[in-house]
Nanobody, 114 residues
Framework: QQQFVESGGGSVQPGESLKLSCLASGFLLKHYAISWHRQAPGKGREWVAGIASNGEDPVYADSVKGRFIISRDNDKNTAYLQMNNLRSEDTGLYFC???????WGQGTQVTVSS
């Protein structure tokens, strides 16, 4: 079964950082562009960032630009989302996706609260 396993979430205070990981299972990540999404409580899913299969052309939602960094290590079959200067509005369940074949994971929870 092709899916992602996300990890690295947790509870932090505003201004702190977290690094999320997204391990591809059942397929080779190097063939796929990757997107990160999030879903806040009571809201719809929001696209956060994307990166090409070769690690080039990272793109970001305006809400996270300058604070989040998307990256990948195809040798480890893993993508990452470095999240800096976290805000309360960054709270949510974070998912990674391979848009081409619509592979998803179960998500990892990020809570930012003082």
């Amino acid at each position: 079964q092709q899916q992602f396993v996300e990890s690295g979430g947790g509870s932090v205070q505003p201004g702190e950082s977290l690094k999320l990981s997204c391990l591809a299972s059942g397929f080779l990540l190097k063939h796929y562009a990757i997107s990160w999404h999030r879903q806040a409580p009571g809201k719809g899913r929001e696209w956060v960032a994307g990166i090409a299969s070769n690690g080039e052309d990272p793109v970001y939602a305006d809400s996270v630009k300058g604070r989040f960094i998307i990256s990948r290590d195809n040798d480890k079959n893993t993508a990452y989302l470095q999240m800096n200067n976290l805000r309360s509005e960054d709270t949510g369940l974070y998912f990674c996706q391979a848009p081409r074949d619509n592979y998803w994971g179960q998500g990892t929870q990020v809570t930012v609260s003082s």
